[in-house]
């Protein structure tokens, strides 16, 4: 299975803590996207990193890329209760038959 | 304005019965798939289309019958509806491919008795 993996699987914080969350993956890659899953409500896009990039930033947001390691971290800094979720990677394989795959998720709690 | 609508946004219904569930995107985009989320959050893709042409048909039973009138809505059918079919069904949508930015609905919830 070519599934990603995130690690942890929660995530239990307090507001103005850092939280951290990693993906990693099986084989290259074109693109991994992240997405952000409210309770009860569909994903939203929060970053995409191509496989030639290695950081990118958006507000509080930080995700990171290693093609050697096959992994990618995404950082909240300063977190708020309101970033309580579920946070998923998606990897791009390309190829054939190209779809994304996606991880099981990281439930982040950030406790007020 | 909802970029992408689905609805309805809850069905429950019984074993054996035929449903529908309707998806329409007014971002002018060209590819639209339908996803299903189970109950451990495991998120899989089920169909593609662009430009109202299949271009992804996972491994799905045939009893799911997706149809694109055109570029803006894709609707899902689902004959015969079994106990494990009990999921949160998504309609996404993307400009271009799919390694490009997909948006969401809200998500139609699917409870099979």
């Known amino acids: 299975s070519q599934q990603g993996e995130e690690d942890p699987q929660a995530l239990s914080i307090q507001e103005g803590e850092n939280a951290t969350m990693n993906c990693s993956y099986k084989?290259?890659?074109?693109?991994l996207q992240w997405y952000r899953q409210n309770s009860g409500r569909g994903l939203v896009h929060l970053i995409l990193?191509?496989?030639n990039e290695r950081e990118k930033h958006s507000g509080r947001l930080r995700v990171t890329l290693d093609t050697s390691k096959k992994s990618s971290s995404l950082l909240i800094t300063a977190s708020r209760a309101a970033d309580t979720a579920s946070y998923f990677c998606?990897?791009?394989?390309?190829?054939?038959?190209?779809?994304?795959?996606w991880g099981l998720g990281t439930s982040l709690a950030v406790n007020p | 304005d909802t970029a992408v609508s689905q609805t309805p946004k809850y069905l429950v219904t019984q074993m054996g019965n035929d449903k529908s569930i309707k998806c329409e995107q007014n971002l002018g985009h060209d590819t639209m798939y339908w996803y299903k989320q189970d109950s451990k959050k495991f998120l899989k893709i089920m169909f593609s289309?662009?430009?109202?042409?299949?271009?992804i048909n996972e491994t799905v039973p045939n009893r799911f019958s997706p149809k694109s009138p055109d570029k803006a809505h894709l609707n899902l059918h689902i004959n015969s509806l079994e106990l494990g079919d009990s999921a949160v069904y998504f309609c996404a949508s993307s400009q271009g491919g799919i390694q490009e930015t997909q948006y969401f609905g809200p998500g139609t919830r699917l409870l099979v008795l």
């Open positions: 990193i191509r496989s």
């Open positions: 289309y662009n430009n109202k042409e299949l271009i």
């Open positions: 998606a990897t791009d394989y390309g190829g054939n038959n190209r779809k994304l795959i």
């Open positions: 084989t290259s890659i074109n693109n």
